[in-house]
């Protein structure tokens, strides 16, 4: 059955969803958050995130090669992904997966030790795995991007919105067209999808969402900025993409800090 869009969008949500449900139900149903409760909890929800990643990968990789085939033709058969490249340590830079979900409740010993109450360094706990859930599933979406758009005939692809709520990020990004060789930095939180479009596409594909975006900023700041992006402010100097030293390339804002490959290897 072909995977349109929107069939897309329904089921890698649905992935989405599940994976998140059962992560943190299995953490708020531990009913004490000891070292051997938290093992009990890594080993229960890191098996179910590789899950989700490669179904998300799977999805993906069939998504964008029935796109790339009614663009330009040829084959619409999905390109073969490992489980290896699309899940687990292969897209954090090698960070293991035990210790990434480890950080949930190390953020919650923190709280308590700095004199939170139980509940709320809990829903501490529960927010970063929401955080961690989110961005796993979207570098499974970004890593299987890269393998099948490269290998195909697309030279350029858009960033599509995804999800009812969209950050400021996400909007900006969503107006422009991009080489397929600059694919697809991430970000935490992340859900944007990307799509193939002919060579033949303007620069800028959303002239009225740009022009929107430019007069929500110009309200909100008293800035005015002109619409080549040469003005009194240039949103080329507030997005950037740096080299995060777990997610790889990823989209941020100028001035933005996080760790960085060498801190990491």
Same mark, same amino acid.
């Given at each position: 059955?072909?995977?349109?869009?929107?069939? #897309?969008?329904?089921?890698?949500?649905?992935?989405?969803?599940?994976?998140?449900?059962?992560?943190?139900?299995?953490?708020?149903?531990?009913?004490?958050?000891?070292?051997?409760?938290i093992?009990?909890?890594?080993? *229960?929800?890191?098996?179910?995130?590789? $899950?989700?990643?490669?179904?998300?990968?799977?999805?993906?990789?069939?998504?964008?090669?029935?796109?790339?085939?009614? !663009?330009?033709?040829?084959?619409?058969?999905?390109?073969?992904?490992?489980?290896?490249?699309?899940?687990?340590?292969? !897209?954090?830079n $090698?960070?293991?997966?035990?210790?990434?979900?480890?950080?949930p409740?190390?953020?919650?010993?923190?709280?308590?030790?700095?004199?939170? *109450?139980?509940?709320?360094?809990?829903?501490?706990?529960?927010?970063?795995?929401? =955080?961690?859930?989110?961005?796993?599933?979207?570098?499974?979406?970004?890593? /299987?991007?890269? =393998?099948?758009?490269?290998?195909?005939?697309?030279? #350029?692809?858009?960033?599509?919105?995804?999800?009812?709520?969209?950050c400021?990020?996400?909007?900006? *990004?969503?107006?422009?067209?991009?080489?397929?060789?600059?694919?697809?930095?991430?970000?935490?939180?992340?859900?944007?999808?990307?799509?193939?479009?002919?060579?033949?596409?303007?620069?800028?594909?959303?002239?009225?969402?740009?022009?929107?975006?430019?007069?929500?900023?110009?309200?909100?700041?008293?800035?005015?900025?002109?619409?080549?992006?040469?003005?009194? !402010?240039?949103?080329?100097?507030?997005?950037?993409?740096?080299?995060?030293?777990? #997610?790889?390339?990823?989209l941020? #804002?100028?001035?933005? /800090?996080?760790?960085?490959?060498g801190?990491?290897?």
């Amino acid at each position: 059955m072909p995977i349109g869009p929107a069939t #897309y969008k329904i089921i890698t949500d649905q992935v989405r969803l599940r994976v998140l449900q059962f992560a943190q139900n299995a953490w708020t149903g531990l009913g004490s958050w000891r070292d051997s409760d938290i093992q009990v909890f890594i080993d *229960a929800v890191v098996p179910m995130v590789a $899950g989700g990643q490669q179904q998300i990968a799977s999805l993906t990789n069939a998504f964008l090669a029935e796109q790339v085939a009614g !663009l330009f033709g040829g084959s619409a058969a999905p390109v073969g992904l490992s489980p290896e490249e699309t899940s687990g340590s292969a !897209l954090r830079n $090698g960070a293991d997966p035990r210790e990434v979900y480890r950080r949930p409740a190390v953020q919650m010993y923190r709280a308590l030790k700095q004199g939170a *109450a139980l509940d709320a360094a809990v829903d501490l706990g529960a927010n970063r795995i929401a =955080q961690l859930v989110s961005t796993d599933m979207q570098l499974a979406k970004t890593h /299987a991007a890269q =393998q099948t758009l490269r290998d195909s005939k697309a030279q #350029y692809y858009r960033r599509k919105l995804h999800g009812s709520k969209n950050c400021a990020l996400c909007i900006v *990004a969503s107006t422009q067209r991009y080489r397929v060789k600059d694919l697809m930095p991430c970000h935490p939180g992340c859900q944007c999808t990307p799509e193939p479009i002919e060579g033949s596409a303007p620069h800028v594909l959303d002239k009225a969402r740009l022009e929107e975006l430019h007069s929500a900023v110009e309200r909100v700041t008293g800035q005015k900025s002109d619409r080549g992006a040469r003005g009194e !402010l240039d949103y080329r100097k507030i997005l950037v993409v740096r080299n995060h030293g777990e #997610y790889g390339p990823t989209l941020t #804002y100028k001035g933005q /800090a996080f760790t960085g490959p060498g801190d990491i290897n």
